[in-house]
T-cell receptor, first 115, second 109 residues
Framework: ETGVTQTPRHLVMGMTNKKSLKCEQHLGHNAMYWYKQSAKKPLELMFV???????ENNSVPSRFSPECPNSSHLFLHLHTLQPEDSALYLC??????????????FGPGTRLTVL | GQNIDQPTEMTATEGAIVQINCTYQTSGFNGLFWYQQHAGEAPTFLSYNVLDGLEEKGRFSSFLSRSKGYSYLLLKELQMKDSASYLC??????????WGAGTKLIIKP
């Protein structure tokens, strides 16, 4: 595997379900990100991890819970989601967070539908 | 607040040149990125500007004016495969990327 991988690619869940999204990067990067992408809206940064430490949490509801066990893996745990949480969830990684080191490499995303 | 503005949609003809503009108001500036995103795919990096001026990379060029809070992406010799959304993003003083909503570029034969 190369680059940034995400699983699953598609997920349909009920509002009472618990599920997890997984991201893995094979680029030796130190920073990893979760984004939410909704139609015709800017990418919304959710969480940033740098050297496994969470450095940003942009007022994300607690029904989204990130986990970063090491620099290569990032999870997003989901529970009691709402229909408005339906979106494309993108994971990205970068060498660092400053200047050109912030060039981000994205995974293919997970298309989430909440019923 | 922080804001990135770019046109929602543009149309151009195959073989022609198109310029996609981006204006920004952010708390601090540590560089500006352009990404390309084909429908149903992840964004991919195109360019990074931190100093004023033009950066050329093949058929694509990116320009930055920090004093005007302005950038553009110039695409030459347009090909059908250039049909995509183009995202402008600014790295602010907290090293957080602030994203525009993207410009959907439609290429016609």
């Amino acid at each position: 595997e190369t680059g940034v991988t995400q699983t699953p690619r598609h997920l349909v869940m009920g509002m009472t379900n618990k599920k997890s999204l997984k991201c893995e990067q094979h680029l030796g990067h130190n920073a990893m990100y979760w984004y939410k992408q909704s139609a015709k809206k800017p990418l919304e940064l959710m969480f940033v991890y740098n050297f496994k430490e969470q450095t940003e949490n942009n007022s994300v509801p607690s029904r989204f819970s990130p986990e970063c066990p090491n620099s290569s893996h990032l999870f997003l745990h989901l529970h009691t989601l709402q229909p408005e949480d339906s979106a494309l969830y993108l994971c990205a990684s970068s060498q660092g967070t400053s200047g050109s080191y912030n060039e981000q490499f994205f995974g293919p995303g997970t298309r989430l539908t909440v019923l | 607040g922080q804001n990135i503005d770019q046109p929602t949609e543009m149309t151009a003809t195959e073989g022609a040149i198109v310029q996609i503009n981006c204006t920004y108001q952010t708390s601090g500036f540590n560089g500006l990125f352009w990404y390309q995103q084909h429908a149903g795919e992840a964004p991919t990096f195109l360019s990074y500007n931190v100093l004023d001026g033009l950066e050329e990379k093949g058929r694509f060029s990116s320009f930055l004016s920090r004093s005007k809070g302005y950038s553009y992406l110039l695409l030459k010799e347009l090909q059908m495969k250039d049909s995509a959304s183009y995202l402008c993003a600014v790295l602010d003083s907290n090293y957080q990327l602030i994203w525009g909503a993207g410009t959907k570029l439609i290429i016609k034969p």
